[in-house]
């Protein structure tokens, strides 16, 4: 028995509109995430048993095992880094007090650790940190 005029609907889910709402949501949060901005300057920092966090400093000096000096992340020679220091502004903050904080590669020279200290010193800096990474092994 043949059924004149009879038609069989089939539905259909349109998913455009769905992959550009999650396209959209996936741009969103791309944007309006905050990454952590880590210097791009890499070495190997010495290990120690008693390291502790410490104040983020504004100033960062770090010393890598090739013998480049950076400031923040800025090359530098140590003449130019006393003429830094010498016209940095700390602020309110007497420089005394002022935290810089000074990252030095495990092979880094004393000597160089040294001409740094001298430079900090004469430029009236004295509240210095030395990073470290903490040794789990005690």
Same mark, same amino acid.
């Given at each position: 028995m043949k059924t004149k005029g009879c038609r069989v609907r089939t539905s259909q889910i349109d998913l455009i509109p769905m992959i550009d709402i999650v396209f959209q949501l996936i741009l969103f949060f791309?944007? #309006?995430?905050?990454?952590? %901005?880590?210097?791009? =300057?890499?070495?190997?920092?010495?290990? #120690?048993? /008693?390291?502790?966090?410490?104040q983020t400093a504004s100033l960062i000096i770090t010393a890598s095992a090739e013998g480049e000096l950076w400031l923040n992340e800025e090359l530098v020679t140590i003449e130019q880094l006393d003429l830094a220091l010498s016209e940095f502004d700390t602020g309110e903050i007497p420089s005394k007090?002022?935290?810089? %904080?000074?990252?030095?590669? #495990?092979?880094?020279?004393?000597? /160089? =650790?040294v001409k740094i200290f001298d430079v900090l010193r004469k430029n009236g800096f004295a509240a210095v940190n030395l990073r470290t990474r903490e040794n789990n092994s005690k």
């Open positions: 791309l944007v #309006s995430t905050t990454f952590a %901005q880590l210097p791009g =300057i890499s070495v190997n920092l010495p290990d #120690s048993s /008693t390291a502790e966090g410490g007090e002022y935290p810089i %904080q000074l990252e030095a590669d #495990s092979l880094v020279t004393n000597g /160089t =650790i």
